[in-house]
């Protein structure tokens, strides 16, 4: 039953080399002595995109919309993590690139839907009469939900409206130097539709993904922490399931699956018991479905991401159900030997599928009263690679990148 859940532009003195071949959909522009140099062009419904040199390592990006606004893109000189498009994951913006945008979400900014904006703003100090005031590098949080955008100085604030714990303010932004109360408000600064600015899956809004595909890791991002819920990473698998790893604590303190169909599942080691005294040893783990918490244990002396047979019981009385896993076949049923037996016949050298996919005929051998599932899942050394991907990614994810902006 378990199982079945998680499964359902420079310019040059010199004559300028030929710009880099194309992706298809791109226009390549040669450029000229004493002019622009080489580019690339890509329309889009509202404008043009030139990217000098190219899209795959830009050094500067024009958008040049059809209402006659040019808004000016520069990648950060300088910041080894700019290599390219799919893994910058900070760039300067405005006419005069006074603003640098930095993604918090471990995506690159053409990917991020959330991000801080730094900014040099003039602060008062002194007696308010005299009107004096110094420059201070300003931080400002942003993200997107629901086709608006909303802005706060204080991420948890931002992250708790994202998150939906609480509704955003009404009204406009305080000017900077604020008080601190009132720089935890959190407020609706715009459209995703109508901003210039390159936020909000910039990639995907203006259809270059279509021509410039965002990378696998893009599935990926860092959720910081909200005023209720700690920080995260979030998943969202190519079957449309979110899977949230909470590793505050731990290397894993609960993983909580999040299903097309409204259903949700989440586990979570019983730390401190006898079973589970640490990740690398834990027997033992609190399986929560659609709010009802049952009690997993493994019955072949594994830790759980290497257990093959395990049971699932509800602590407050009911039937136990016995799992198990092997060679890509999944078995549920109620009596204990018949799953053992079924187990028994599995030919452990089959060939993993690609992902986690509930095929209703697995051809594997098992009595009438257990049920046999397909799902890679159940290898656990699949699952351990499923597991230490999850955990790179977060480590990835998780490099803040507000170095960037000081």
Known sequence: MIAAMLLAACSTSQPPPPASPAHEGLRVVEGQAFQSGPHLEFDFKGGTLIAYSDFDKPNAISVHSDDGTVTDLRSVAGVNRCPDLNTCTAVHYGPTWDELIVSRDGRAWADSE?????KEEPLPVGPEILGLSRPSRVLTFQGCKEGKIYSSRYLPALMSVLEG????N???????GGDSKSERDVYVVGDVDSTRMPVCNWRHRIGLDKVIPAPKST??????????????????????????????????????????????LTIKPRYGTSNCPDLPNCEEAAVIVDGTTLIEQSLDAQPLNKSRLWKIFNPLGGPTTYEACAGGTYFSGRNRSQVEAALATIDKKSSPQQDMVLDQTAGAFAPADVLARATPICDWTERAKLYQKMID??????????????
Do not use: C
Request: positive net charge.
């Open 170 to 176: 009404k009204g406009s932004p305080p000017p900077p």
């Open 165 to 168: 714990e609480k509704t955003a």
């Open 393 to 406: 990614a977060a480590k990835k994810a998780a490099r803040d990148p507000a170095e960037t902006a000081r």
């Open 114 to 118: 959330l991000w801080v904006i730094s």
């Open 219 to 264: 599935m990926v991002k860092l959720v910081p922490a909200s005023e209720q819920t700690p920080q995260h990473i979030e998943i969202t698998t190519e079957k449309s399931v979110t899977i949230d790893w909470f590793a505050n604590d731990s290397p894993l303190d609960q993983m909580k699956f999040k299903l097309p169909s409204g259903h949700s």
